[in-house]
């Protein structure tokens, strides 16, 4: 689980953040409101924890701009404000949980585990793009009826690129949310391009209408109409 900390004390998101990787999730930290909504637009995260007196953009703005934009990912909302008033306009603007500063640590784990709860009774156990149907449970694959076999890799890669139908997927984000590498390598980058490959010709080789794309310089998409 990756989870972005937007948090401009330093201390406190570098607390927050060997404290959540010591229960083994993945973190990335901004100091700033500006730097989080751009890591908020760069990266796909499956959660956010939010300080709403920041520099710049504050919290609420960075909440309800999401929420415009349609950033489903949910948001832990950490602030010294403590008023019923600032409660219900963090909950009204977007947020899914709302915890007072100081809190205790084994709190705000408990607070995470009731957002993930929440979210896995709403996750999709089928995805689908026109007539390409991906079960995630059973783990079979299917276009327009016909059976697809995917090695875990790929199946991996193709539930990524469908939970982002639509949007451009870099390679950046591949390397880290289905490779699970830090850092991108030129090697990196080759093993993902030959996966790609290997799934487009399982995916549309065999069928007239195109779902996987290659956009130049950015990454890959999955989209109809093409």
Avoid: C
């Avoid at 500006?34 to 760069?42: K, T």
Wanted: hydrophobic share 40%; glycine share 8%.
């Amino acid at each position: 689980m990756h989870v972005l900390v937007i948090e401009d004390e330093k201390k406190v998101a570098d607390a927050l953040k060997v404290g959540l990787e010591a229960e083994q999730y993945q973190v990335s930290v901004a100091y700033s409101g500006e730097d989080g909504f751009y890591q908020l637009s760069a990266g796909t995260f499956d959660l956010v924890l939010l300080d709403l007196m920041l520099p710049g953009r504050d919290g609420l703005e960075i909440l309800t701009t999401m929420r415009k934009r349609g950033f489903e990912m949910p948001v832990l909302i950490l602030t010294a404000r403590d008023s019923i008033e600032d409660r219900v306009l963090g909950l009204d603007s977007g947020a899914d949980e709302y915890l007072v500063k100081p809190f205790a640590f084994p709190e705000l784990l408990a607070r995470i585990r009731l957002i993930l709860r929440r979210e896995k009774k709403e996750t999709p156990v089928k995805l689908s793009l026109g007539g390409l149907e991906m079960d995630l449970v059973g783990r079979k694959v299917k276009r327009d009826g016909e059976g697809i076999e995917l090695t875990v890799k790929e199946f991996q890669l193709l539930e990524y690129l469908l939970r982002n139908q639509g949007s451009v997927v870099t390679r950046e984000m591949l390397a880290r949310d289905v490779w699970q590498v830090k850092e991108r390598s030129t090697p990196l980058d080759n093993v993902i391009d030959v996966h790609v490959a290997r799934l487009r010709r399982k995916v549309d080789g065999p069928f007239e209408r195109k779902l996987l794309r290659t956009v130049r310089g950015l990454g890959f998409t999955m989209e109809e109409g093409q």
